[in-house]
């Protein structure tokens, strides 16, 4: 059955991004990109156990899209968080590796999360040892794990929760 999952959630990405990719609903196109797809799939996804987290409900799809809402907003926030300091060279800066705890268990929502903070500038994901992430953090606002979270991880991972668990 994961197997199968697995199957059917690659062939729907990989179609997708056929489509998006050739801007086309034109048949040929689609039959073409439907083909690529499975065999793709086949190749690469039965014995692979990727995609075994997601949930395949409408609220994780819901929450999806809400995730990549959020995240967008947070790309946008520290990059202009980021620049004021590189034009505002008297701004204080702290730099520091902190500790933050994350609730997620699934591999692929550890994976997603630990991206996004690395994505977002300003942020790095050093290490991630059982349930704790090390962030290298262009300011630290505090070493304490718990407001390091709150302040970090926090706004990925209640979304992600929903999707992966």
Not at 12 to 23: A, E, G, S, T, Y
């Amino acid at each position: 059955m994961k197997s199968f999952k697995n199957f059917i959630v690659q062939f729907f990405i990989l179609f997708i991004i056929w489509i998006l990719i050739n801007n086309s609903f034109d048949t040929e196109l689609l039959i073409t990109g439907f083909v690529f797809s499975i065999v793709a799939s086949s190749i690469f996804c039965f014995k692979c156990d990727v995609f075994s987290d997601i949930k395949l409900t409408p609220k994780a799809l819901i929450y999806t899209i809400l995730y990549i809402f959020v995240f967008i907003i947070e790309l946008i926030k520290s990059n202009f968080d980021v620049a004021y300091r590189v034009v505002s060279p008297s701004l204080p800066i702290n730099p520091g590796i902190v500790a933050v705890k994350t609730k997620l268990k699934s591999k692929m929502g550890r994976m997603i999360l630990t991206n996004s903070i690395t994505l977002t500038p300003g942020t790095l994901t050093v290490d991630i040892i059982e349930d704790t992430l090390y962030i290298h953090w262009i300011d630290v606002k505090t070493v304490k794990i718990e407001e390091a979270t709150k302040d970090i991880v926090s706004h990925f991972e209640k979304y992600l929760e929903v999707i992966y668990g």
